[in-house]
T-cell receptor, first 111, second 114 residues
């Protein structure tokens, strides 16, 4: 079975600082996609960033970047220059036709 | 441009009652999904539909049925609601049949079963 583990239930960071959220997964497949989604208090699910497993280069979207280690099955999210609006639940997800989600990490950005 | 629309957004049921959650998309996507979100468990796949006329079970299908009425609509039915089905339900769509492409989500439907 495919599984996703987010080992940090909650994290906090000061505004303007950098924080890294961890994610590991387990699969026997060789080709798949990985995603980070953000869920603010509004409950809306918002795509933050995605990574294609066959690409060596780590994906970057403005202040968000990933550290993808395929051999270690690790996919962490780094948020630079944290902003109050980054406060949310963050979900790691991976898969093919069916996306499997982790349990989520609550991130609180403090002023 | 509505994207993915779920109705209702809130519902309270008594144990044993039935109800249908509706999902409609105007994105012309092939694949549609139903997830449930519970505290500490993330999102778990209930059913998905790769294309009109096809459905497949996900991780937690028991107690649910689905219908892919046409390309736009994918409904989730609870025939006899149980308190364990209290959850937030999300419908999502995906453009591609294969592994590419992210999910686009509706706003969620909060269901409480008493």
């Amino acid at each position: 079975a495919q599984t996703v583990t987010q080992s940090q239930p909650e994290m906090s960071v000061q505004e303007a600082e950098t924080v890294t959220l961890s994610c590991t997964y387990d699969t026997s497949e060789s080709n798949y996609y990985l995603f980070w989604y953000k869920q603010p208090p509004s409950r809306q699910m918002i795509l933050v960033i995605r990574q294609e497993a066959y690409k060596q280069q780590n994906a970057t979207e403005n202040r968000f970047s990933v550290n993808f280690q395929k051999a270690a099955k690790s996919f962490s999210l780094k948020i630079s220059d944290s902003q109050l609006g980054d406060t949310a639940m963050y979900f790691c997800a991976f898969g093919g036709n069916k996306l499997v989600f982790g349990a989520g990490t609550i991130l609180r950005v403090k002023s | 441009n509505a994207g993915v629309t779920q109705t209702p957004k809130f519902q309270v049921l008594k144990t044993g009652q039935s109800m249908t959650l509706q999902c409609a998309q105007d994105m012309n996507h092939n694949s549609m999904y139903w997830y449930r979100q519970d505290p500490g468990m993330g999102l778990r796949l209930i059913y998905y539909s790769a294309s009109e006329g096809t459905t497949d079970k996900g991780e937690v299908p028991n107690g649910y049925n689905v219908s892919r009425l046409n390309k736009r609509e994918f409904s989730l039915r609870l025939e006899s609601a149980a308190p364990s089905q209290t959850s937030v339900y999300f419908c999502a769509t995906r453009r591609d049949r294969g592994i590419t492409g992210e999910l686009f989500f509706g706003e969620g439907s909060r269901l409480t079963v008493l």
